[in-house]
C-alpha cells in the first residue's frame, strides 16, 4: 500500500517531464541491463545508449519512494532523450530498511563514478551528465549536485577515483532539507509523520528520532541538500505540485511540499546560483517551461 501511494503522488507531481509520464509508451529494452556498479545486491542499473557523433550525453534517473521503497524500472518514456542523442541510466540503490543513510546517498554517488569509468565503452561525455529524479530520487539527485566532489584519487579502486560532479540536475517534488529541526518550523508537525525522516537515520519512530535527536543530528545535516548549496554550484530546477497550504494537511503533502523548493530558490537566488522552480499559477521560470526542456538545454548545449 505504501509503495502505492508514492506511485500516486509521483505520478501527481511530475506530469512536466516525459520521463515520469505514467501514460507514455513503455520504454525499449537497455542496452545494458541490470549492469552491477558496486558489491550490494541492489547495486544495479539499466544503461540506454543514444546515437550520435562523438560520446554522448547522459541522464541518469534517480527513483523516488521516501528511500523506503521504488525501483529502477519507475522510469517511463526516455525516447524524447534518446531521440536528441542523449543516453539514459536508471539506477537502484539500498533502501533505509537495509541499510539507512549514508547507505542509499553514497550508492548512488558509486552509480554516477560507475559509469564514468565506463565512458569509453559506453560512449559517454564525462563533462555531460545530468541527474533527474522524483521525492527521495530529487533528494538525492541535489544532494549529488550540490555536494563537493567525493573523488578519492587515492583510492585502490579505480571507481572511487572518478568524480561524483554533474553538469545540472531537474527534480520534482524533492526534500531539500531531511533535519526534523528544520522542516518542522518549515511546514508544520504532519511532515514528520512521514515514515522518510525517522527511516533515512535507522530510527523505529518520529519519537524516537527526537528522543536522540543529537545522535542523528549530524546525517540530518549532511544529507540535506540545502546545507550544501554553494555560489560555483551546477544548474538546478525544481518542480512542484501548488498545495500551497500550511501547516502541511498531511504526512504525504509535507514530504512533498513546494516549501522545499522555495527555500531552496531563495537560498540560491541569494548565491547567485543558476535556480529554476515551476509551480503551477505561483512560480515560474524566466527560460525553461517544462524539466525537459532544461535538461535538453544543459545537455545539449555546452554554452547553456
Request: net charge positive; with cysteine; hydrophobic share 35%.
Amino acid at each position: 500500500m505504501l509503495r502505492l501511494l508514492f506511485s500516486l503522488l509521483l505520478t501527481i507531481s511530475f506530469t512536466s517531464s516525459a520521463i515520469f509520464a505514467a501514460d507514455k509508451p513503455k520504454n525499449p529494452p537497455p542496452t545494458q541491463a541490470d549492469v552491477s556498479y558496486g558489491p550490494a545486491k541492489m547495486n544495479k542499473l539499466d544503461f540506454w545508449q543514444a546515437k550520435g557523433d562523438g560520446p554522448r550525453p547522459l541522464l541518469v534517473y534517480i527513483h523516488g519512494g521516501g528511500w523506503i521503497g521504488g525501483d529502477k524500472d519507475r522510469i517511463r518514456n526516455i525516447q524524447p532523450f534518446l531521440e536528441k542523442g542523449i543516453s539514459i541510466a536508471s539506477i537502484n540503490y539500498r533502501l533505509t530498511g537495509e541499510a539507512p543513510l549514508p547507505a542509499p546517498v553514497h550508492d548512488a554517488a558509486r552509480a554516477i563514478q560507475f559509469i564514468r569509468s565506463k565512458a569509453g565503452e559506453w560512449n559517454i561525455d564525462k563533462e555531460r551528465i545530468a541527474l533527474t529524479g522524483g521525492s527521495a530520487g530529487a533528494c538525492t539527485s541535489m544532494w549529488l549536485l550540490l555536494h563537493d566532489d567525493l573523488a578519492d584519487p587515492k583510492a585502490k579502486d579505480p571507481v572511487l577515483r572518478e568524480s561524483t560532479r554533474v553538469t545540472a540536475a531537474a527534480v520534482a517534488a524533492g526534500q531539500t532539507s531531511i533535519d526534523p529541526k528544520v522542516i518542522e518550523p518549515w511546514l508544520g508537525p504532519n511532515v514528520l509523520k512521514h515514515a522518510m525522516i525517522y527511516k533515512s537515520v535507522g530510527g523505529k519512530s518520529m519519537q524516537d528520532v527526537m528522543d536522540n535527536y543529537k545522535q542523528h543530528e549530524a546525517l540530518y545535516k549532511e544529507f540535506s541538500p540545502y546545507n550544501h548549496l554553494t555560489t560555483d554550484d551546477p544548474p538546478l530546477l525544481m518542480t512542484y505540485n501548488n498545495n500551497m497550504k500550511l501547516p502541511s494537511e498531511n504526512a504525504g503533502h509535507g514530504i512533498h511540499h513546494p516549501v522545499y523548493g522555495v527555500k531552496m530558490k531563495e537560498k540560491a537566488d541569494k548565491a547567485g546560483t543558476e535556480c529554476h522552480l515551476l509551480i503551477p499559477g505561483v512560480s515560474k521560470s524566466k527560460k525553461y517551461a517544462t524539466s525537459d526542456e532544461f535538461l535538453m538545454d544543459k545537455l545539449l548545449n555546452k554554452d547553456s
